[in-house]
């Protein structure tokens, strides 16, 4: 069974809801060459060879699983979810299909809920964050208990990465 949510809790949901809602209405008229390098400053802060390092080793550290030697090969896959980013439009028209008349508009789909997995702390925030602000979208982590602190100093890296590109901080928030 699960604890039972206190009015503090809600109120904090609440509270961290309405400022990503108000940090995805300050992107929302951002050009794909601004969310482009909205992306590509995540991936770059949270994806150097020392920052990610020092998480990577800390993540597997808290949790005990994992290989601490082989676990900060892994930064490369922020860099393959960028590159995948940045060869996708994601906002305005994204396809025409001229036969059927069809036009497709992208346009963002809310704010997102992530839960960080023990076994992918400092994976999943940048990986899911380069996708979703690239989107315009804003998204709330959820750290599992035993590597909570890795998740929190790896949303604090991606939230600087949003301070240097000009953009709203609270796109990224996480469960405290």
């Not at 503090?8 to 995805?24: F, G, N, P, V, Y």
């Not at 996708?131 to 998740?151: G, K, L």
Request: glycine share 6%.
């Amino acid at each position: 069974m699960g604890k039972e949510l206190t009015e503090e809790d809600r109120q904090l949901a609440a509270d961290m809801l309405s400022r990503a809602r108000a940090a995805m209405a300050e992107i929302e008229d951002w050009s794909q060459e601004r969310l482009d390098r909205l992306s590509q400053a995540i991936a770059w802060y949270a994806g150097n060879e020392k920052t990610f390092t020092r998480l990577a080793e800390q993540g597997v550290d808290e949790s005990g699983i994992g290989d601490r030697n082989g676990r900060p090969g892994k930064r490369f896959k922020i860099h393959m979810v960028l590159r995948d980013v940045l060869r996708t439009p994601s906002t305005g028209i994204v396809e025409v299909d001229e036969e059927k008349g069809l036009v497709k508009y992208a346009k963002p789909a809310g704010v997102i809920a992530s839960l960080v997995p023990m076994t992918n702390p400092a994976m999943t925030p940048p990986v899911t964050g380069v996708s979703s602000a690239n989107a315009r979208n804003a998204v709330i982590f959820s750290p599992h208990p035993r590597t909570a602190q890795t998740t929190f100093e790896m949303v604090d890296v991606m939230r600087a990465a949003c301070r240097a590109a000009g953009a709203p901080e609270d796109l990224f928030q996480s469960i405290r």
